[in-house]
């Protein structure tokens, strides 16, 4: 059991989570983005109660250092990085965010320096020391921040609002110390290796986009949008809407005219959408043309935001932990 502060603080952190995504998976399924100022309002939850948590575990000097440069980290994605002429100009926000910085800076080499001797593998296997455990833990949180931001830049996680929710939840959520899960079971008690919360909600995620195909399917059979074999290829990604439905809608359309060799036109549809997101003028004029074809209607992609898996991945979450330890170690036995 946690110490009943620890205890409530867990709670506290599930709630703010919940809160959280459920108004930026709102705003970014109206909207198609979500502002900074969204970002910048819950940023201060979450250094709160992880404020809270190190006030909790007397945490030393250099891991309240280690802890802000994890903070000033996730910090440039919504308000940018100071540059030496606002700096030498005096702008007190790029003064102050520099010696966030240099104080966050100063906290990790001290750190190194005074737990540099303990590795990652003695915190796994508990033979660390509670400071250098909690030390090695913020590491994790700025290297996790990092990583999203990494991800951002290559492509690999395409929304900004996606990546600094993932950035958000790795300060709300450091480690699983505070938030084990609701069925807590014999083989995450044992395992040693835990997902960071923050990976294991991407993960969680990920896999919530498996229930689609199935989904779609079924709709699109109880529908009758299956009559031949082609009908069916789509089913399981796509749907079909009526053409006077798509317009202002957050989809792509896969049905295009083409020409035949006899010289007449002719709809056929595409398995992805464009490479390019075509503008509003360009999709009303698709949608004309189909109708000029006789179609009532046409195969649509939807547009997914991830942040919409991501607060639904909250269920299995709360529930089974991280992914691996659930899946992964019962199939190893």
């Known amino acids: 059991m946690l110490p009943e502060p620890l205890t409530i603080l867990g709670w506290a952190r599930w709630l703010g989570l919940i809160t959280c995504f459920a108004g930026a998976a709102w705003l970014d399924q109206k909207y198609r983005r979500v502002a900074n100022s969204y970002w910048i309002s819950w940023a201060k939850v ?7 948590e190190l006030m909790v575990r007397e945490a030393g000097w250099e891991i ?7 903070v000033a980290l996730a910090s440039m994605s919504v308000i940018g990085r100071p540059t030496f002429k606002d700096i030498f100009a005096g702008n007190l926000m790029d003064v102050c965010v520099s010696m966030t910085y240099l104080i966050g800076l100063s906290g990790i080499v001290v750190g190194a320096l005074s737990y540099g ?3 990652p593998i003695d915190v796994l296997i508990g033979e660390a020391s509670p400071e250098a455990s909690l030390w090695w833990a913020t590491v994790s949180v700025l290297v996790l921040v990092w990583i999203f931001e990494m991800m951002w830049k290559v492509r690999l996680i395409h929304g900004g ?4 929710a993932l950035m958000w939840v790795a300060l709300l959520m450091p480690n699983w110390s505070t938030i084990p899960p609701l069925v807590y079971s014999d083989k995450w008690g044992e395992s040693i290796i835990h997902m960071p919360p923050a990976i294991s909600l991407l993960i969680w995620g990920a896999l919530a986009f498996l229930a689609i195909p199935p989904l779609f399917i079924l709709q699109n059979l109880r529908r009758g949008n299956i009559s031949s074999l082609q009908d069916l290829g789509q089913a399981w990604h796509a749907q079909k809407v009526e053409l006077d439905k798509i317009a202002g809608a957050h989809v792509w359309i896969l049905d295009e005219i083409f020409d035949k060799a006899d010289g007449t036109r002719s709809i056929r549809s595409r398995k992805r959408p464009p490479s390019k997101t075509p503008t509003e003028e360009q999709m009303l004029q698709q949608i004309n043309d189909l109708r000029e074809l006789g179609a009532e209607s046409a195969w649509v992609s939807f547009k997914w935001p991830l942040l919409t898996f991501l607060f639904f991945a909250i269920i299995p979450m709360m529930l089974f932990g991280d992914p691996f330890t659930f899946i992964m170690l019962p199939l190893l036995g």
């Open 64 to 70: 309240w250092a280690t802890a802000l440069a994890a």
């Open 46 to 52: 979450a250094v709160f109660l992880w404020a809270l």
């Open 117 to 119: 001797q303990v590795t």
């Open 161 to 164: 609002a996606d990546a600094k």
